[in-house]
Each structure stands twice: as C-alpha cells, then as structure tokens.
C-alpha cells in the first residue's frame, strides 16, 4: 500500500475512534475499529495501479475491477486471520512434551499438543542450543543433534526429530547463510 492510502487508512482510524468513542462503544471495541479501519483498503493491494491512479474517471470495466478490493481484502485477511489463530494456538503449546504433560507449561501431551506446535518446539530448541545467547554459548551442532536425539519421544515428536536429523545439512546451511557458523 502506498503512502497516500496508507496515510488514507490511518485518517480512517482517527476518525473512527472518534465516532465509535462518542457511540459509547468500550475501550477494547474501540481498539478493534482501529485496528480494521487500517485495513479496511488492503485489497486495493491486488488492483492494478494504473486503474487505480488513472487521472480520469474510470470506465465501467475498470470501476467494476476496482469494486473487487472489497473481496480481495476480505480474503487477505481471513487468510491473516487463520494464520494468527494458528500461531495464537502455537504459542500456546510449543513448551508442551510429548510424553509427558507434567513438564510442559501448561500441561499437555501427545495428540493434545497441535501438530504445527511440535514442529515450531524441535525449530525452537535447536535454535536455542545451536545459538549463543547473554547467557550461555553456542552448542556445536553434533551436541545439539545428540540432545535432540535423546528428547525424542520424551520431550520432542520422534517423527520431527527425525526430519530434523535426516535434513540436518540442510538447517545447518541456513546458519551458514547468515553467518553464524
């Protein structure tokens, strides 16, 4: 989005949190107008720039394409919308072991912990080990591959532990890529 439509989008939200204030609408509702007043022309993102900038009035073909912003947003963002619930669901659990609710965050295991969150958990502990933090140093990557191995089944998914394994090369060349060997 460009800046005149963004500026546009931000207008819209400073009038709307104007207006839904007066309307007595609460301080939560009102955060949310905000929020999808910003987005409200986000669809104009799939229209062509020419149709949207032409310095003339629109032919009916071209009104009838930029109609379709209404759409293209809303899909954009029931797609952003899965997206954030998935993630919502993912922050939830990517601390829970697989075998064992106890020693996860909030007690879950097996079939109860969401797919995507086992992956993310394997993602997020071999970063952790294999990157140096203000607290501790870097472990080299045959360490992590070997504690990674012994929480299979345990604390990690044995199938995405074994991917992690089987595509280690692979993961490795992205640290290599950034430059932290």
């Known amino acids: 989005m460009d800046s005149a439509k963004y500026s546009h989008s931000e207008l819209v939200a400073k009038i709307s949190v104007i207006l839904a204030g007066h309307a007595g609408y609460s301080k939560a509702e009102i955060e949310i107008i905000e929020q999808a007043a910003l987005f409200h022309d986000v669809g104009k993102a799939g229209i062509l720039k020419d149709i949207l900038n032409a ?31 998935t993630a919502a669901i993912v922050a939830k659990h990517h601390h829970e072991w697989i075998n064992d609710g106890s020693k996860g965050y ?15 958990s394997v993602s997020d502990v071999y970063d952790a080990l294999i990157s140096k933090r203000v607290y501790k140093a870097a472990f080299d990557e045959k360490t ?12 990690f998914d044995s199938d995405i532990v074994r991917l992690l394994l089987l595509h280690i090369d692979e993961i490795s060349a992205i640290y290599i890529k950034e430059g932290r060997e």
């Open 106 to 120: 909030i007690g879950l295991e097996g079939e109860e912990i969401h797919p995507y969150s086992r992956i993310i």
């Open 144 to 155: 992590v591959c070997e504690y990674m191995q012994s929480q299979s089944g345990k604390q």
């Open 55 to 85: 310095p003339r009035a629109l032919t009916a073909d071209e009104f009838e394409i930029v109609k379709k912003h209404t759409g293209i947003g809303s899909d954009m963002i029931m797609e952003a919308a899965q997206a954030l619930y």
